[in-house]
């Protein structure tokens, strides 16, 4: 099973908004909307920001939001703050296995 | 609150084993699927596997890597759950986290991980 694709780096200014995309196939991204969102500082361990597509777990700031179109499934960050600078991965199930698959990570800096 | 503590990780050499324990505290464990995510050193997340509740079924799966290789079990008497790890490979050198993992693949808390280090 692949890895979903996602750029390797995104950037973008304080205040400014950025789109992290995900790419996956029928068989995951595309077929079913168990996508989630990981955000990870250096050293940490991930921490869930977004499932099922576009759905924000109590205490997740609101400047994040997922959506889904075809295979592609979206993050992104509004009102970008430095603290907001992380690797960012997402997650979806798939049919091709019985575990799900991870994003190749995105590195977010804020300029 | 949520806790979960990953232990057991350190320096092996090729071919050796390892028990990684993950304790957790702050739900009902005894109904939580657990799962291993590993991170390569400068690398992106990894499954490894997962273990499904008693109260469903108590199955295992195993990424691909890892099959006939590494086993999970869990003691829910203790809140506990391991990954035994056995003929280890210099490209199992990674952070190792145990988190929470729902039905829909949604992993809900991490722990904050267990270095293990393969090596000659």
């Known amino acids: 099973q692949s890895a979903l694709t996602q750029p390797a780096s995104v950037s973008g200014s304080p205040g400014q908004s950025i789109t992290i995309s995900c790419t996956g196939t029928t068989s995951d991204v595309g077929g079913y909307n168990y996508v989630s969102w990981y955000q990870q500082h250096p050293g940490k361990a991930p921490k869930l920001m977004i499932y099922?597509?576009?759905n924000r777990p109590s205490g997740v700031s609101d400047r994040f939001s997922g959506s889904k179109s075809g295979n592609t499934a979206s993050l992104t960050i509004s009102g970008l703050q430095a603290e907001d600078e992380a690797d960012y991965y997402c997650?979806?199930?798939?049919?091709?296995?019985?575990?799900?698959?991870f994003g190749t990570g995105t590195k977010v800096t804020v300029l | 609150e949520v806790h979960l503590v990953e232990s057991g990780g350190g320096l092996v050499q090729p071919g050796g084993s390892l028990r990684l324990s993950c304790g957790a505290s702050?739900?009902?464990?005894?109904?939580?699927?657990m799962s291993w995510v590993r991170q390569a050193p400068g690398k992106g997340l990894e499954w490894v596997g997962r273990i499904k509740s008693k109260t469903y079924d108590g199955a295992t799966d195993y990424a691909a890597p890892v099959k006939d290789r590494f086993a999970i079990s869990r003691d829910d008497s203790k809140n506990t759950v391991h990954l035994q790890m056995n003929s280890l490979k210099t490209e199992d050198t990674a952070v190792y986290y145990c988190a929470t993992i729902t039905w829909n693949y949604r992993f809900d808390y991490w722990g904050q991980g267990t270095l293990v280090t393969v090596s000659p």
């Open positions: 702050g739900f009902t464990f005894n109904n939580a699927w």
């Open positions: 099922d597509v576009s």
């Open positions: 997650a979806s199930y798939t049919s091709s296995t019985t575990l799900g698959v």
